[in-house]
C-alpha cells in the first residue's frame, strides 16, 4: 500500500492535505486504508497466510493496529526514511506498552486480535 497511486483518492486519503494530488503517497495518509486492506485479506486467508502490514506505519500504536488486523510482520518505511533507525526503538517501546495495555503477553498472541473479537460478538448474538 506504501507509495500509493491513487488519483483521485477517496475517504481519509482524499482528506489528508495531500491526498488529492496526483501521484505517489506513502506514509501517514494510508494507515487506515492500508490497515482496512489488510484486514480484509487476514479474513479472506483464515489468518492462515503471514501478512507484512505496511502504509502509514510511525508509531508502535500504528503498527499494533496492523498487528491486531492481521499482520505478522510489520514494515517501517517513511517513518524510517524520514526518522533513521532511532524511530526502531521507540516504535517497539510503545509497540510494548499497547501489548502490555491489553494484556497480551507477546505479539504472536495480538495478531489477528480484532478478527477474535468480531467472532466473539457473532457467537454471542447466535446464542442470544
Known amino acids: ?9 477517496a475517504g481519509e486519503v482524499a482528506e489528508h492535505p495531500v491526498g488529492a494530488e ?4 506513502s506514509g501517514p495518509p494510508l494507515l487506515s486504508l492500508s490497515t482496512q486492506v489488510l484486514s480484509d485479506m487476514y479474513k479472506l ?3 492462515k497466510v503471514p501478512i507484512i502490514g505496511c502504509g502509514g506505519v ?15 510482520l510489520v514494515e517501517l518505511y517513511t517513518a524510517f526514511a ?6 526502531i526503538p521507540r516504535i517497539k ?4 506498552e499497547c501489548l502490555a495495555r491489553d494484556g497480551f503477553s507477546n505479539v504472536l498472541e ?6 477474535q473479537l468480531s467472532r466473539s460478538n457473532d457467537r454471542k448474538r447466535k446464542h442470544s
Do not use: N, W
Open 58 to 72: 510511525s508509531t508502535g500504536e500504528d503498527a499494533y493496529k496492523k498487528i491486531r488486523a492481521g499482520a505478522s
Open 110 to 115: 495480538a495478531i489477528g486480535a480484532d478478527h
Open 82 to 87: 524520514y526518522e533513521g533507525p532511532v524511530v
Open 1 to 9: 500500500m506504501s507509495a500509493s497511486l491513487c488519483a483521485p483518492c
Open 22 to 25: 496526483i501521484g505517489g503517497l
Open 93 to 96: 517501546q510503545q509497540l510494548a
Open 45 to 47: 486467508t483464515g489468518g
